[in-house]
Every structure is written in structure tokens, then in C-alpha cells.
């Protein structure tokens, strides 16, 4: 499958580095000193061109939590799952020739947002309200949505480019994210929400200084 050719790239650690700057900004972390290497990766560098609408999406969501103390509801609906279900039927009724490689994409999908989310796509304020939600024997798919699905793409360019890939299989890839990224668009007011739930009592106390900004 596509996307698990890159599974491994995912390590169990959490990323310090905050979304906020990729998200908004689209910038990498900058360094005195630019190596050669890092040049060669830049170029190498998969653009996934997220709508503007989602954008501000990323921003909102990144107030919503770091800003206002705010966490989004749990257990989501619809899920993750159901909107890489929704995207299917989409695509199905359009063409059903192209069931076959849009459900490997989507499956592979899946399977990195499961192992993705808890190591890569959590703000601190977050990692809490995970521990309680998700279980051992449940996948992170089926309990979360839109908001922190869209925060992959973010993530996929630098990610993607730590894999070998043939070009031609990247390029049509990138076709398909993009397509999915305006499915998102088109149904952005029925799969995000307008706004986020203020934290509980239970997971402001206690934390473990790490765990706080």
C-alpha cells in the first residue's frame, strides 16, 4: 500500500515541535547554519496544497486549544473512519473503476493516522484527554474527526520525503491527497466543528509540568 511504505518513519515519540508554525505559516525551523543536506531534502519536499478554507481551519483549531483552554469532544462524530468511508462512496459513485486504488490509499491513511496521532499530532493540552479516551484495543480512527485528521497533511510533505517512492507513484499520491483535502473543504461545515469544549475539572489538576505550556 502507498502510504504504509512510510509507517516507520513514525517513531513512539511525541514531536516538540508545535504545529502552530506549519500550520499557519507553512515554514520550516530555521537553523544559523543551512547544510547542503537540507537543501537536497527542501527540493525533495512533497507539496500537498491545502485549501485556504482549511487553513484557517488549522489556525481556529490551534486558538481553539493552545489559546482558550478549549479540547475538542470525545468521541467525535463522524469519525475519521466514516469520512474515509464518505470520501469512498464519493468516489465510488463517480467511478467505481477507481474503488480498488482509492481504498488503498484511504486504508493506508487509516493506518498511519492510528499510529501517527499519538506521536506526532497532539498539542500537550491534549495528551490527557487521550489517555482517557483511547484504550489499548481502540483505534485512534474511530474515536477521533476531522480536526485532528486534517492535521496529518501538515505533516505528510516531510514525512513522505523519508521514503523512497518513485516519482511517477508520488505524483499520483499527491493527486489523491489533494482530492481528498477538497472533499474536506466541500463538507467542512458537516464534518468540523464550530466550536470546542472547555477542559474538565479532572484534567487541569495534576498534570505533570511538561504537560502544561
Not at 99 to 121: H, I, N, Q, W
Not at 152 to 168: D, T
Amino acid at each position: 500500500m502507498i502510504l504504509l511504505f512510510f509507517l516507520d518513519v513514525v517513531d513512539a515519540k511525541v514531536d516538540k515541535e508545535d504545529l502552530k508554525s506549519i500550520a499557519t505559516k507553512g515554514k520550516k525551523r530555521k537553523n544559523d547554519a543551512v547544510t547542503e543536506k537540507d537543501n537536497v531534502v527542501a527540493e525533495k519536499l512533497v507539496k500537498i496544497q491545502i485549501p485556504s478554507t482549511l487553513k484557517k481551519q488549522l489556525v481556529d483549531d490551534w486558538e481553539f486549544i493552545t489559546q482558550r483552554d478549549k479540547l475538542v469532544k470525545l468521541p467525535r462524530s463522524p469519525t475519521v473512519d466514516d469520512i474515509l468511508t464518505s470520501y469512498l462512496e464519493h468516489k465510488s459513485k463517480k467511478d467505481a473503476t477507481v474503488t480498488d486504488s482509492v481504498g488503498e490509499v484511504l486504508k493506508g491513511l487509516r493506518c498511519y493516522f492510528d499510529k501517527a496521532l499519538p506521536a506526532m499530532l497532539l498539542y500537550r493540552k491534549e495528551r490527557q484527554q487521550y489517555k482517557e479516551a483511547v484504550a489499548a484495543t481502540v483505534s485512534p480512527s474511530t474515536i477521533y474527526g476531522a480536526e485532528h485528521l486534517l492535521r496529518l497533511f501538515v505533516k505528510l510533505p516531510e514525512l513522505l520525503v523519508q521514503v523512497n517512492i518513485e516519482e511517477e507513484t508520488l505524483t499520483r499520491l499527491q493527486q489523491k491527497l489533494v482530492d481528498f483535502l477538497k472533499f474536506l473543504q466541500k463538507n467542512q461545515s458537516t464534518f468540523f466543528l464550530s466550536a470546542y469544549e472547555g477542559f474538565k475539572a479532572s484534567e487541569g489538576k495534576g498534570k505533570r509540568k511538561e504537560d502544561r505550556d
